[in-house]
């Protein structure tokens, strides 16, 4: 039974939490320093992405109820935007776009969550960040950026305007269309933000949540009157409320009732802006989609828009508009007497 001693002392030696033959001596302790040396070379090893990476990395198409694509044609949609391929001043800023109106310089935004029943942030980064989310290198931004600068303080605004779309091209048609649809993820990440009811909208209305942001920016907060009725506590389930008079609106401009012609819903709320008299255009077709019937009929919708959203009428002071008629007749008046003295100098010449 001598075989059996071995054994035996391996189960004493389990019992008492001893190393037993079979089991690999103990290591040496780690050295504290050098661990610690080494979890923060790991974290410098590690890329830190920016909340616009982020942002890009977790966006996924079917976050959203409408075709992605389709919302960037949209936005490309050279009837409505400015297409170049090179750095371009802002015809009111001046300062550099490209492509569809991507700005090139601007800073990151605080833009502080107000809505105590919205747990979703906003997102405002800088154009260096979105550029980077495009997938293009920074280093090519600042080359861009140098040139469109270095034009600026030579060209004046003729200049611009006669060169504009003969500029060498910076960045190709592929490339624009990726910044069109880094800022219409942007967008769509930011609609959340401004409307709680995001995800239990249709297609086309979380379509034209998008559009508003995209268009107006951080300038959309401003729009009370229609932020106030999409997060209202009925605005979840679509109800017909006809204007009965005149509706002031967020700008302070009046909506007059149309009868059955007055769209009805959220639309009220943007019908008398100042951006819907003038993209009236566009604005049409993004109201429209804020129609829960848009689905079954856009034309009808966008029909029922445009009966109502008239075109902007620019309005002069009387004083100052006989004014201008005065100075035009004394203008042509005067032009009439030179012609007539030059008349006379040449017949005479010619006596």
């Known amino acids: 039974m001598s075989f059996l001693k071995p054994i035996g002392a391996c189960a004493i030696a389990l019992f008492l939490g001893l190393p037993a033959w079979s089991q690999t001596p103990p290591q040496p302790a780690e050295n504290p320093i050098a661990a610690n040396q080494g979890a923060v070379q790991a974290d410098q090893a590690a890329p830190v992405l920016s909340p616009a990476l982020r942002m890009m990395a977790e966006f996924k198409d079917s976050d959203v109820k409408f075709d992605v694509n389709e919302l960037v044609d949209i936005l490309r949609d050279r009837r409505h935007e400015g297409w170049v391929l090179a750095a371009y001043p802002d015809p009111r800023t001046a300062q550099p776009l490209i492509g569809a109106g991507f700005s090139l310089d601007l800073p990151e935004r605080d833009h502080p969550q107000t809505d105590p029943l919205n747990t979703h942030s906003f997102l405002e980064p800088s154009s260096a960040d979105l550029w980077q989310a495009a997938g293009f290198d920074p280093a090519r931004l600042s080359d861009i950026l140098q040139v469109f600068y270095e034009r600026r303080q030579e060209w004046s605004k003729r200049t611009w305007r006669r060169r504009l ?161 005065r100075q035009v007749a004394a203008t042509r008046h005067s032009h009439r007497g030179s012609s007539r003295k030059s008349r006379r100098a040449r017949s005479r010449k010619q006596a």
């Not at 003969?166 to 592929?174: C, G, K, T, V």
């Not at 709680?196 to 107006?216: I, K």
């Not at 009732?257 to 009220?268: F, M």
């Not at 049409?284 to 019937?293: G, H």
């Open 165 to 325: 779309f003969s500029l060498p091209a910076q960045i190709s048609d592929d490339e624009a269309t990726q910044l069109v649809r880094v800022g219409a993820i942007q967008a769509i990440y930011n609609a959340r933000a401004y409307c709680r009811n995001f995800d239990q909208l249709n297609g086309p209305q979380q379509m034209a949540m998008a559009q508003l942001v995209y268009q107006m920016g951080v300038n959309l907060q401003h729009f009370n009157a229609f932020l106030a009725t999409i997060n209202s506590d009925a605005a979840a389930v679509p109800q017909v409320t006809p204007v009965d008079s005149a509706t002031v609106t967020q700008d302070g401009t009046a909506i007059a009732a149309v009868g059955d012609e007055t769209p009805e819903y959220w639309q009220k709320s943007l019908i008398g802006s100042q951006w819907a008299h003038k993209y009236r255009t566009r604005a049409i077709a993004v109201i429209a989609m804020l129609d829960p019937a848009y689905g079954d009929d856009p034309s009808a919708a966008e029909q029922r828009v445009s009966a109502v959203l008239r075109p902007a009428v620019l309005h002069r002071r009387h004083g100052h508009a006989a004014a201008t008629t």
